[in-house]
C-alpha cells in the first residue's frame, strides 16, 4: 500500500522511545492534520482478565476540559421531560422516542433514561447495544436525576471500557487544546483506571500506554 508523505515523515520518530506525556503532545503537534481539528487519542493497556466479571473494567468519568466534542444528548422519560429539556437535552421523548429509534431514527451520541422507561427500552436494545448507547445503571446514565445527567454528559463525560485484550481507548480531547489542558484529561482517565483496579489483579496493573493523533503516529508514554 503506497504511503502518503505525512507517513513518509513519520520515520523520523523513534516510536521505540517512551515518552512523557507532555512531550509526546508535543511532539505529535508536528504530524498533526491542518486541515481538520485532529482527536488525541489514548491507549492504555492494563493486566486484565475481561473474561473474568470482575476485570471487566467499564465505567464513565469527566475529563476536566471536555473533549471539544458536541455531545447530543437523548433522555428517555415521561414524568422528566421538562426537567431534562431545561437540562440541554438535544432529545427528549417516552413511547414516541422509542418508536422513532425503531424506525432507524439515531440522532444522538448519548443516551439517558429514568428507571420507569427501562422495560420499555427493550424494543430497542438490540439498536442502542451494539452502538454503546444503551443505559446502564452502572454507567449512571439509568437515574432519575437527568437534569445532572444530561449537565455531565455535555460537560466532556466519556465512557471507557476494556477491550478483550484489556486495552482501553478514548479520546481525551482536541490537538488545538493547550498542552497542560490534554494532561489534565489524560491524567483523569488514568487516574479513574487506577482506582477501579480490582482486588483481583496480582500482578502488573498498568502494562503500558500511548497517545496518537486521528490520522497520526502513535507513541509510548509513561503513565505510571
Known amino acids: ?16 522511545k517512551v515518552y512523557s506525556v507532555a512531550d509526546a503532545i508535543e ?3 508536528e504530524y ?4 481538520f ?4 487519542e489514548l491507549a492504555v493497556r492494563l493486566g486484565v482478565d475481561v473474561t473474568k466479571a470482575d476485570q471487566n473494567i467499564r465505567g464513565m468519568v469527566s475529563l476536566p476540559n471536555g473533549t471539544g466534542k458536541t455531545v447530543r444528548v437523548a433522555v428517555f422519560t415521561v414524568n422528566a421531560a421538562d426537567e431534562a429539556k431545561k437540562a440541554g437535552a438535544d432529545v427528549v421523548g417516552g413511547d414516541d422516542l422509542i418508536e422513532r429509534v425503531a424506525a432507524g431514527e439515531i440522532n444522538f451520541d448519548r443516551v439517558i433514561a429514568t428507571p420507569d422507561m427501562m422495560p420499555k427500552m427493550s424494543k430497542v436494545a438490540r439498536i442502542l447495544g451494539p452502538k454503546g448507547l444503551m443505559p446502564n445503571p452502572k454507567l ?7 437534569a445532572d445527567a444530561v449537565a455531565t454528559a455535555k460537560a466532556g463525560q466519556i465512557e471507557y471500557r476494556a477491550e478483550k485484550n484489556g486495552i482501553i481507548h478514548a479520546g481525551v480531547g482536541k490537538m488545538s487544546f493547550a498542552t497542560d489542558k490534554l494532561v489534565e484529561n489524560v491524567n483523569a482517565l488514568v487516574d ?6 480490582p482486588a483481583s489483579v496480582k500482578g502488573q496493573y498498568i502494562l503500558g500506554a500511548a497517545i496518537a493523533t486521528t490520522q497520526g503516529p502513535g507513541l509510548k508514554v509513561d503513565i505510571k
Open 27 to 29: 511532539t505529535l503537534r
Open 37 to 40: 481539528d485532529e482527536t488525541l
Open 1 to 16: 500500500m503506497k504511503t502518503t508523505k505525512r507517513q513518509q515523515t513519520w520515520a523520523k520518530l523513534d516510536q521505540e
Open 32 to 35: 498533526a492534520s491542518k486541515k
Open 140 to 146: 449512571g446514565t439509568v437515574t432519575n436525576n437527568v
Open 192 to 197: 479513574q483506571l487506577k482506582k477501579v483496579k
